[in-house]
């Protein structure tokens, strides 16, 4: 186990352009600690001159004691004034600064490309987004503050001590070396509960993240009792070392407490001889008692702010190691889209390796011309959705290329790319929103009127209509309360909104209802009429349609024509449409 990881400061780095953006506001936050801790400590002060000058019973005073009375009321709101201002101004430019830096780092996120998710699991983004940036948060509102009012408080109290008298000063800063030894010693402890903490935490949080992504799956093999237990187990490492931390952070202030008891008796003990003797006024005893107090506080709290301080390193080492991802689909500065987009796509000699050295496409090389029909079948991972998903620029090839009407797609704008070549994916994703939103998939200048269009088109309007609003009903997240066959029409309505000169259509394994294929089989032909179409099928009826047929084995291209012709050949295609790996309906007529 790793006990002192290398912690590097400059990570903090990355506060740098916000704390310049709010630089104003925290120059004024500073300003009124400085205020704060300079008032605060007129306090014992104040008491001071009242025992020692006015309290004397041979010439009373009262009109002076009412005076500093009043003084010292006034120093006690000003001081509770203040102090709100100063928190209040601290917690809203914190909270500003972890908004800014949130947005920004999910913008970032928005950027990376479909390897990155592929490394990290969901549960870790969202704690980097979440948590991460709430713990940079502690540095404004904690870390600084604190670290300045504590510093500052010392200093002033130990001015004023000296000030005072030189005795009892160097007497109280006798008791300085045990503090600062124990509050070193707590801190090491502390800094190592805590790490673990946040550890135990974020595994929690992965693992709930996969969990309700994958609930209907651990539904359907009845493990939620399984799946609970393990996340109790989990939620228990997790209380433990809560429970730990608060035990030692508690033990702190009990020690430190406790020090300070026997400071106050220390002092006490030594100044009522010269208080007695009279060299010494009890106005002077009076006022180290406050500070000695007072003296405790802030060595506590800058022990504290170390810890805070560890974390923060270590949420901005993260939240800086996401920031420094970069996209690796880069966008060629010499891109350019071709003037006249006619849809033909070529394959030359394209491979992948998602690993190195573990080729997933070995040498396609496919020429589809404009309008084309293409069907691409194989078995399950033979790299047809791969294939697909590198015309689109998900990933980039390993080797050939791929050129959309004879311009490489690296010279491509990747938007324009995305545009031209529209994708329907074999996984669905449907978003909490209307269905008008989920087609128009949130691009505002999409009017209502296409979005009807192209549902009426895809026959998507029938069930879309006996919906309870019609296109503004709501989905739910992930459009769960819909069909299988419902969410593949709509995402089939998103993509074709776009009006996309090629369009890829990577067909679901699941299988669907007679009527639904159907509607299916009707929008696949509606919509091939005037563009190219790349479909990866897994179904007879939707293979039967096309021009063309590619079937893919272990990463190769080992056949192409049409259903017939790869029939009467009975080699891959025939072995593979025996094999019943295309699903087949009976005709309802
Ligand atoms: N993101 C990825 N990272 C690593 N390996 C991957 C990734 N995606 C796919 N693979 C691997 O690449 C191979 C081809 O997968 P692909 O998804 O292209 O198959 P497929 O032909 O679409 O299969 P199916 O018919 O089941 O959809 C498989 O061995 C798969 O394990
Ligand atoms: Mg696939």
């Known amino acids: 186990m790793s006990t ?114 592929d490394k990290n699991p969901s549960g870790r983004i969202i704690t980097n987004v979440v948590s991460d940036t709430e713990a940079l948060n502690n540095f404004f509102t904690d870390f600084l503050s604190n670290t300045l009012r504590g510093t500052l408080t010392l200093l002033v109290i130990i001015a004023f001590m000296f000030q005072l008298d030189l005795h009892f000063a160097a007497w109280c800063l006798v008791v300085v070396p045990a503090i600062i030894w124990v509050s070193r010693w707590f801190q090491g402890k502390l800094r190592v509960i805590n790490q673990d903490m946040r550890g135990k935490l974020s595994i929690l949080i992965a693992y709930l993240a996969e969990n309700l992504a994958g609930m209907s799956i651990v539904q359907i093999f009845h493990q939620e009792a399984k799946q609970w237990r393990a996340f109790d187990g989990r939620n228990r490492d997790l209380l433990k070392a809560m ?30 001889g010269p208080v007695l003797r009279g060299t010494v006024t009890f106005g002077v005893l009076y006022a180290f008692v406050g500070f000695i107090r007072r003296f405790f506080q802030p060595i506590n709290t800058i022990t504290m702010q170390m810890n805070v301080l560890q974390s923060m390193i270590v949420a901005s080492e993260r939240i800086g190691q996401t920031l420094a991802e970069t996209p690796d689909i880069p966008e060629s500065p010499t891109a350019r889209r071709p003037d006249t987009v006619e849809g033909a796509v070529d394959f030359r000699d394209v491979r992948l390796a998602y690993r190195p050295g573990k080729d997933v496409l070995k040498g ?72 008008l939103d989920n087609v128009r998939f949130f691009r505002q200048d999409i009017p209502r009127e296409t979005v009807e269009r192209v549902c009426e088109e895809i026959g998507a309007d029938a069930f879309i209509k006996r919906l309870p609003q019609g296109y503004d009903t709501r989905l739910s997240e992930r459009g769960s309360t819909l069909s299988f066959g419902q969410r593949q029409l709509l995402s089939f309505a998103r993509v074709l909104v776009a ?82 790996q295309l699903q087949q309906f009976q005709k309802t007529a």
């Open 4 to 117: 002192k990881p290398n912690l590097n400061i400059s990570s903090l780095g990355i506060l740098v352009p916000y704390i310049r953006r709010h630089a104003l506001r925290l120059t004024g936050i500073l300003a009124l600690v400085v205020l704060v801790v300079s008032v605060d400590l007129t306090q014992p002060i104040i008491v001071k001159e009242v025992i020692d000058r006015y309290l004397n019973v041979a010439h009373p005073d009262p009109s002076s004691i009412s005076w500093l009375s009043a003084l010292y009321l006034g120093v006690v709101l000003l001081t509770f004034g203040l102090s709100y201002l100063q928190d209040i101004l601290l917690q809203s430019t914190g909270q500003r600064i972890v908004r800014d830096i949130r947005s920004n780092l999910f913008g970032h996120i928005l950027s990376l490309s479909v390897k990155y998710f």
């Open 364 to 435: 396609v090389t496919v020429s589809v011309k404009p309008g084309e029909r293409i069907g691409i079948v194989g078995s399950s991972g033979s790299g047809k959705t791969s294939l697909m998903n590198l015309l689109v620029r998900f990933y980039d090839t390993t080797g050939g290329d791929i050129l959309v009407d004879g311009h490489p797609i690296r010279e491509w704008p990747v938007e324009e790319l995305r545009r031209t070549v529209g994708i329907v994916q074999q996984d669905i994703t449907l978003f909490g929103g209307t269905v």
């Open 499 to 580: 009006d996309p000169k090629v369009l890829i259509l990577d067909e679901a394994t699941a299988s669907l209802d007679s009527e639904t294929e159907a509607v299916l089989q009707e929008a696949i032909a509606k919509v091939s009429r005037n563009r190219t179409l790349l479909v990866v099928a897994h179904r007879l009826s939707t293979v039967q349609m096309m021009d063309t047929i590619i079937v893919l084995d272990n990463g190769l291209v080992v056949e192409q024509g049409t259903h017939d012709e790869l029939l009467a050949k009975g080699q891959h295609y025939w072995r593979f449409y025996l094999s019943g």
């Open 243 to 272: 429970l730990k931390e608060n035990h030692t952070l508690l033990l702190f202030f009990l020690f430190t407490e406790a020090l300070s008891d026997f400071g106050v008796a220390g002092l006490v003990w030594f100044g009522s």
